[in-house]
């Protein structure tokens, strides 16, 4: 289930950030500037010194979607030249949106219609045929904003680790359209067979990875592609795709706060944008929304949600059917939650949830609508009692000032769009699958108890994208800052070489540290998460809110999934 987000620090401070993170701010350009030479030609990079690193910024895998190409599938990069092209700065990011919702990832994110590139950082002096497995992030954003120049996925620091486990690796970061420039849906976009955009563009990156990163010195036949939230759902999207066909583009995957499971419907807000810009009454209405002016389509979609969808031909039936039928890609997988994922503003709301009919409200309204049966049932499994709701472990508390029952609310939504979801599929796959999955709770707060672009009003807790911050183990001060405590800092560590290790390896646990929890692959018939918690991860036994969550993967059909 995607989740939506801003920034909520000025645009310019972000942007000030975004260039001078350390990765920007170690970039020598020199005569010894590092090359890659693409099946297209030759790129010159940067040489990011503090970091012992290379990168190359802004390497387009696609047509600029500009004038008639806009609302369509990506066309692949077929410009060919002598020389070398320059690869120092990053391209603009795709479209995305904040207001009027309080959360957004495009604060600070400099945006056009020019943006379907993607980032490279490597180990200095690698050179084609070093082979180095590959990490492959897609942001996330509730599919409404994001970028690869979000400081907060800086992948320096995730690729040093690498380097000092010797198990060295290359990340790739690509841009991917978002809201209506990559998910509209309506009769008029079917017609056309142009749905799910966003995700044709992740794989047209994929499939440039596979045709080019061994110039850089990666290995196209060891990728993981990994994401959070909106991100690890597309990353889920992809492995139900074209009927579970991957096509050698990755061999293991990482769903964070994520899953092919949970509830989603389609928006259908297509003729509310053509009345607004005028195409209405076009005989294309399509083909006019391609020659309105850029500013005037993007403040028209402002506003509106959208989601991937079953299209017919990227996502051709619902992923709860695709793993029923084992139509899905075989392939090794990390996969795991925050415990508290239900405190996130935008999966429950504030100050409106007091009483047992507006839960049920809140219940009914739930994907594009559930039946009175369901409603009755799902009131009986979170029963109005703050012990057993969320965040959990906070006794009898209610932070009755965001509702009497806020708690009871957050539990429900939380486990229906990311931990029931994450558990029926941990099962199946583990019965079903020859490579194993490894799952995770995360549940470490923030430290200061505020998730910028998620919820800083309390309770905030361990909420969605809690564990952004230590899978990138980012130290830099930007808005997912991870402060100032040591023991912070260690988990971080933790937590990026398991991520590196699996990266490297497809297992967790050659991260190099002592005196941690050997990670087991997920058994059905002994079912265990690893708790990454600071100063005290462990193994459990993954059996909380059992009832609860079994009950939601008997009605996936219902939750539109």
């Not at 990053?90 to 604060?107: E, I, L, T």
């Not at 009003?457 to 830099?476: L, R």
């Amino acid at each position: 289930m995607s989740g939506h987000w801003s920034i909520g620090v000025c645009a310019l401070a972000l942007l000030l950030l975004s260039s001078l993170s350390p990765a920007s701010a170690a970039a020598v350009h020199h005569q010894n500037a590092p090359s890659a030479h693409t099946v297209n030609g030759t790129y010159t990079g940067l040489s990011l010194e503090s970091f012992n690193q290379e990168a190359f910024y802004g390497i387009p895998f696609a047509i600029p979607p500009l004038g008639d190409l806009r609302l369509r599938y990506p066309v692949p990069y077929n410009q060919s030249w002598r020389g070398s092209r320059n690869a120092t700065v990053r391209s603009d990011s795709c479209p995305g949106f904040d207001k009027p919702f309080a959360q957004g990832f495009a604060d600070g994110l400099t945006m056009s219609e020019n943006c379907l590139t993607l980032d490279i950082v490597r180990p200095a002096n690698v050179k084609p045929g070093d082979n180095l497995p590959v990490f492959f992030w897609i942001y996330g954003g509730g599919f409404k904003a994001g970028g690869s120049a979000d400081p907060r996925y800086n992948t320096s620091f995730m690729v040093r680790n690498s380097m000092e486990m010797k198990k060295p690796i290359i990340a790739v970061v690509p841009n991917y359209r978002t809201g209506a420039f990559g998910l509209l849906a309506s009769k008029e976009v079917a017609a056309a067979g142009v749905g799910n955009i966003a995700l044709f563009d992740q794989r047209l990156a994929m499939e440039w990875v596979s045709e080019n990163i061994r110039a850089f010195g990666g290995d196209p036949t060891k990728v993981t592609i990994a994401g959070e939230s909106a991100g690890g759902s597309s990353a889920g999207y992809h492995l139900v795709a074209f009927g579970g066909k991957n096509n050698g583009l990755f061999r293991s995957a990482i769903l964070e706060s994520s899953s092919l499971l949970g509830a989603t419907s389609e928006s259908w807000w297509y003729d509310n944008i053509t009345t607004t810009v005028g195409c209405n009454t076009a005989a294309d209405s399509l083909a006019c929304l391609r020659t309105v002016p850029y500013l005037k389509f993007f403040n028209a979609i402002n506003g509106f949600q959208f989601k991937p969808y079953i299209d017919g031909r990227f996502v051709t039936q619902p992923p709860s059917i695709s793993i029923a039928k084992g139509q899905i890609a075989d392939v090794a997988l990390i996969m795991g939650s925050n415990t508290d994922e239900g405190t996130a503003e935008f999966f429950t709301p504030r100050g409106t949830l007091n009483n047992d009919s507006d839960i049920a409200s809140l219940v009914a309204h739930l994907a594009n609508g559930l039946s009175d049966e369901i409603v009755s049932n799902v009131l009986r499994l979170y029963p109005d009692d703050p012990i057993q709701g969320c965040p959990f472990g906070t006794g009898p508390e209610r932070f009755a000032d965001q509702g009497v029952q806020y708690k009871r609310g957050a539990a429900i939504t939380g486990d229906l769009n990311i931990h029931a979801g994450r558990r029926a599929y941990a099962v199946s796959h583990s019965q079903r699958s020859k490579h194993p999955i490894y799952t995770y709770r995360f549940d470490q707060a923030p430290w200061d108890m505020k998730e910028v672009d998620v919820t800083t009003t309390a309770p905030v807790f361990v909420t969605h994208y809690s564990e952004i911050v230590h899978v990138f183990d980012n130290p830099d001060k930007n808005v997912n800052w991870i402060g100032p405590y040591p023991i912070l800092s260690e988990l971080a560590n933790y937590v990026s070489r398991s991520w590196v290790s699996f990266i490297h390896d497809q297992t967790p646990n050659n991260h190099g540290l002592q005196n941690k929890p050997v990670w087991p692959r997920y058994d059905a018939s002994k079912p265990q998460n690893i708790v990454f918690r600071a100063g005290a991860s462990w193994i459990e036994k993954d059996d909380w809110r059992k009832e609860q969550l079994a009950y939601w993967s008997t009605i996936w059909s219902e939750v539109m999934t």
